[in-house]
């Protein structure tokens, strides 16, 4: 296999190819990797593997899935050794014939995403850490700014950053973020974590009204990233359904010269204040003096057709 994005480790194989992977990632899921990477060498040899062998344990340990098709029979005594210093005895039971059960499969991939939650939940404490302390390569810091002030940082594996094509591109074009290890956004901290959440689990739990309207813009206009647009797409039915003044004036201020995309929820919102506009007096009062104008004027016209109508 020839070198892939990001990848920082290389296996060599008996065969004369090589295997490139990432090295925080292996480590990260694998005791026989992270036993291997104490040496700190770019490259390994690894004998007694045939390369599709190697590459379905590697393809395994990326995506919790065991890809039996391209695994060459009989199996690598290699292979073997290896389970049993991670532990794996459903994956080896799983691949040998010996005593699968479904909740051998279950178990191979539960303890994947056991991982990779652990690994989310370690992005979502290092909030606000020093550079220094965190010390990690393989991670970049996320640093959030509000009206050119920073506020709060996170430090996020670069493996599950590339999962999103806005930040592949940022650390695999050698723009400055990249040298620098800091990739700077205007959101709430609440959205990155929803984001950071999104890349490494790939579903978001409990997020308020306000930060599915953020990640909602951000992975319209910046990010490019369908998946998560279509999330917050599904979701925004619920914030329509449950409309208060304070939000629906949230909503037209913040989607203001945005997009388009959104024009429904929009026009919902304007006819919701209009028909709520009392109620609603205090939170436009907070706003900046056009937004002010421009809600004062729908009210207006709206009762102009009221009246009229009667």
Sequence with gaps: MTEKSGHDVTFQ??????????????????????????????????????????????????TGYPQISILPKPIDSKLIQILQVDQNNSLRNYITGEAVYITDIYLITRSIDDDIRKLYNLAIQSKNQS??????????CIQLMEENTKTDCFFVDKTFMRRIDFFRNILDSGMSEAETGVITLEISSECCEKLIEFMYIGQISNISDSALLELFIISKQYLHCQELVHYCENNLSRIIQNLTPQVAVHIIDYFRDTCHAVDDLISRCRYYICTNFDNSREDILNLDSDSRYELSRLYFDYLKRKFKRK
């Design 131 to 140: 550079k220094k302390a965190i010390n990690n390569s393989s991670l970049i």
């Design 13 to 62: 194989l008996k065969s004369g190819n090589q295997i490139t992977a990432h090295r925080s990632f292996l480590a990260s899921r694998s005791k026989f990797f992270e036993k291997l990477f104490e040496t700190h060498q770019n490259t390994y040899p690894l004998e007694g593997l045939q390369d599709d062998t190697l590459q379905f344990y590697i393809n395994f340990l990326y």
